[in-house]
């Protein structure tokens, strides 16, 4: 049975701040986000995508809207991505919304390491194999894919592994520890640029 129904909100999490409702469309900088059919057992994952995103990356807005148009170009998907705000759609299954606010949590967070630790992630990475697809060879679209992955193991019930640097930085990420001591974490693991 299709429980789908009409939704006309579009929920903004600013940082430090109450939700807020929105009625839809609503325009922010490039992104409309739109109304639309969404199972209500979508709404449910919500909380969760918006408090990973929080922790991961607690500067950055979170809005949740059905479907979302973007530079004009009309995605039904779940991502979308602008400087300080996250996009999330309900279009979507559950895990491509969890896996949207890790991904995109990454990219805010990403901004702020410093170089060594990108270096450091770089370095621990087999050569890159699909040349031919530009989004899949942009290493910073590759680095938000792995940890967005790693945190869905994670989410799945895998122990958190601690096994390399790589996981180290991506556990300290996940926590919301490199969040919380964004200048200084790095610089205890030791990491040489």
């Given at each position: 049975m299709d429980e789908r129904r009409w939704l006309n909100d579009v929920t903004v999490y600013?940082?430090?701040?109450?939700?807020?409702?929105?009625?839809?469309?609503?325009v922010l900088g490039n992104v409309t986000c739109l109304a639309g059919e969404v199972d209500p057992f979508h709404q449910g994952i919500v909380a969760e995508a918006v408090s990973h995103c929080q922790t991961i990356a607690p500067w950055m807005a979170v809005v949740v809207a059905?479907?979302?148009q973007?530079?004009?170009c009309y995605n039904r998907?779940?991502?979308s991505y602008r400087t300080n705000t996250i996009f999330l759609s309900l279009h979507d299954g559950p895990p491509e919304i969890v896996a949207t606010a890790?991904?995109?949590?990454?990219?805010g967070l990403e901004r702020r390491l410093p170089g060594n630790v990108i270096e450091a992630?770089?370095?621990?990475?087999?050569?890159?194999?699909?040349?031919?697809y530009k989004y899949y060879r942009e290493p910073h679209e590759r680095r938000a894919r792995l940890f967005a992955n790693w945190c869905g193991c994670i989410?799945?019930?895998?122990?958190?592994?601690?096994?390399?640097?790589?996981?180290?930085?991506?556990?300290?990420?996940?926590s919301g520890e490199t969040a919380k001591e964004i200048d200084t974490f790095f610089d205890e693991l030791e990491l040489v640029a």
């Open positions: 600013a940082p430090g701040q109450a939700a807020v409702k929105h009625r839809a469309p609503y059905p479907d979302l973007w530079k004009g998907g779940v991502c890790y991904h995109e949590a990454w990219h992630i770089e370095n621990e990475l087999q050569p890159f194999f699909l040349e031919a989410f799945e019930g895998k122990p958190v592994p601690k096994e390399t640097l790589l996981d180290a930085i991506f556990a300290a990420a996940w």
